[in-house]
C-alpha cells in the first residue's frame, strides 16, 4: 500500500511521524533498532518522491519543556543516516519553522519535550500544521496515544494520512482479527491477568482457542480447581477467568487448560526444574513454564490453526530450563501454515531468541498499542485519519 505516493509529493513538504522510541543502554547506544528500520520505507518513498521530508518522534517520556541531553535523538539519526545512507541533519526548536530542502530529510528533536505535546494542544498541532503540506502518520506503535504529533496535527495539515508501516500493521491486525482463517487460536500470556483481563475479554468473543500461559495459567488453573503451590497468580481474579472460561464453552470454544508443568521450588537462573502432572504441584512449587505434555497438545491446536495471534511467552524463557513450553509454541507457530501475528516486547524477545522472525506472518512494531488493538479499542490516531478520509 502505497499511501504516500498517492498524493503528489514533488516538491512538497512532508512531514512524517515515526515512532522512533528505540531501547537505549546507559550511554545511550541503541540496543534494537526495529522501529528505526521500520520508518525508512516511509522516508524513503517521500524522498524518491522528490519531498523535502522532516521526521519526528518521542524517544521516552520526558519533561515538557525541560529538554535534557537523555531526551536527544541524535543517536537516532545517527543510525537513520546509515540506514538511509545520507545524512539526516537533527534540527532543535522546530516548532515555527523548518529549514530542508527537496530530496533532504531532517530530524525533528524529540517531540515529547514541546509544551502541548502530551496535552494535545490545539495551538502546538497548528503551529506544527503549518511546517507541512503533508502529514504522514507511520507511527504504529504511538498510534494509541491521543497527542499533538500523533492526532492534533492530523486534524489541521492541509492533507493527512497513514504512512506504509501504519497501513501494513493496520492490514495485517485486520487480517487476524477483522476476518481471521479458522480456527483462530490466541496465546495470550504473562504474569498477571489484571494486566490483560480486556485483552482476554476481548478476544473470548472472537477465537476459537484461548491458550493462556505464565501467570495467567495459573488464575486459570485455580478457577478450574486445581491447585498452584506458590506461584504467581491473582486470586481475587478467579471470579473473572471462570466467567472467560464460561463464555468461551458456551461458543463451542475452549481455554486449554495445562495437564502438566514445569515446577521449582524458587524463582532462579540456577532453579532445579521438575515436571509434574498438574493434580501433583506441591505446596511449595512455584510453576514456572508448562510442560511437555500440555505444549504438545497446544502445538497441534496451532498447527490446525488458520491464524495465530501471539502475544507473550508461556513460561519464564529466559531461564533456558523454563523456556521450552515458549520455544515449542515458537517452534510450532514458526512451522504452521497459518497467518500469525506477534506483538509485545517479551514475545519478540522469545522470536529472536528462537531465531523465528522470518516465519511469524507479521511482528508489530507496537507494544501498548498492539494491546489496544487486541483489546478492541480505537486507536485515536488511526480515527483521526479515518475522519479526515471522511
Ligand atoms: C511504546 O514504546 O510503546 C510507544 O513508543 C509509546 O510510548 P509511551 O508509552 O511512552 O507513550
Request: with cysteine.
Amino acid at each position: 500500500s502505497d499511501l504516500i505516493a498517492r498524493n503528489q509529493l514533488q516538491g512538497k513538504r512532508v512531514f512524517i511521524r515515526a515512532d522512533l522510541n528505540v531501547p537505549q543502554d546507559d550511554a545511550g547506544n541503541i540496543t534494537e533498532d526495529t522501529r528505526i528500520r521500520a520508518s525508512v520505507p516511509a522516508i524513503q518513498q517521500a524522498l524518491a518522491a522528490g519531498a523535502a521530508v522532516m521526521v519526528t518522534s518521542h524517544l521516552g517520556r520526558p519533561t515538557e519543556g525541560e529538554f535534557k541531553p537523555e531526551d536527544s535523538l541524535a543517536p537516532i539519526a545517527a543510525r537513520l543516516s546509515e540506514l538511509l545512507g545520507k545524512p539526516v541533519e537533527l534540527r532543535q526548536n522546530w516548532v515555527d519553522g523548518v529549514d530542508v530542502a527537496p530530496g533532504q530529510v531532517v530530524l525533528l528533536e524529540n517531540c515529547r519535550v514541546n509544551k502541548g505535546e502530551k496535552k494535545n494542544s490545539d495551538d502546538l498541532a497548528q503551529k506544527m500544521a503549518k511546517l507541512c503540506d503533508v502529514y504522514v502518520n507511520d507511527a504504529f506503535g504511538t498510534a494509541h496515544r491521543a497527542e499533538a504529533t500523533t492526532h492534533g496535527i492530523a486534524k489541521f495539515a492541509p492533507v493527512a494520512c497513514a504512512g506504509p508501516l501504519l497501513a501494513a500493521e493496520l492490514d495485517a491486525l485486520g487480517k487476524a482479527l477483522g476476518q481471521p482463517a479458522r480456527p483462530l487460536a490466541a496465546i495470550v500470556a504473562g504474569s498477571k491477568v489484571s494486566t490483560k483481563l480486556t485483552i482476554l475479554k476481548s478476544l473470548a468473543d472472537k477465537v476459537d482457542n484461548l491458550i493462556v500461559g505464565g501467570g495467567i495459567a495459573n488464575t486459570f488453573m485455580l478457577a478450574a480447581g486445581l491447585k498452584i503451590g506458590k506461584s504467581l497468580a491473582e486470586a481475587d481474579l478467579v471470579d473473572e477467568a471462570k466467567a472467560i472460561i464460561d463464555m468461551l464453552s458456551q461458543r463451542g470454544a475452549s481455554v486449554p487448560i495445562p495437564v502438566d508443568v514445569v515446577c521449582a521450588k524458587e524463582f532462579a537462573a540456577t532453579a532445579a526444574a521438575t515436571v509434574k502432572d498438574v493434580k501433583d504441584v506441591a505446596d511449595d512449587d512455584m510453576i514456572l513454564d508448562i510442560g511437555p505434555r500440555t505444549a504438545a497438545q497446544l502445538a497441534e491446536q496451532i498447527a490446525k490453526a488458520g491464524t495465530v495471534v501471539w502475544n507473550g511467552p508461556v513460561g519464564v524463557f529466559e531461564f533456558d530450563q523454563f523456556g521450552e513450553g515458549t520455544k515449542t509454541l515458537a517452534m510450532a507457530i514458526a512451522s504452521s501454515k497459518a497467518f500469525s501475528i506477534a506483538g509485545g516486547g517479551d514475545t519478540l524477545a522469545a522470536i529472536a531468541k528462537y531465531h523465528i522472525a522470518d516465519k511469524v506472518g507479521y511482528i508489530s512494531t507496537g507494544g501498548g498499542a498492539f494491546l489496544e488493538f487486541l483489546e478492541g479499542k480505537t486507536l485515536p490516531a488511526v480515527e483521526v485519519l479515518q475522519q479526515r478520509a471522511g
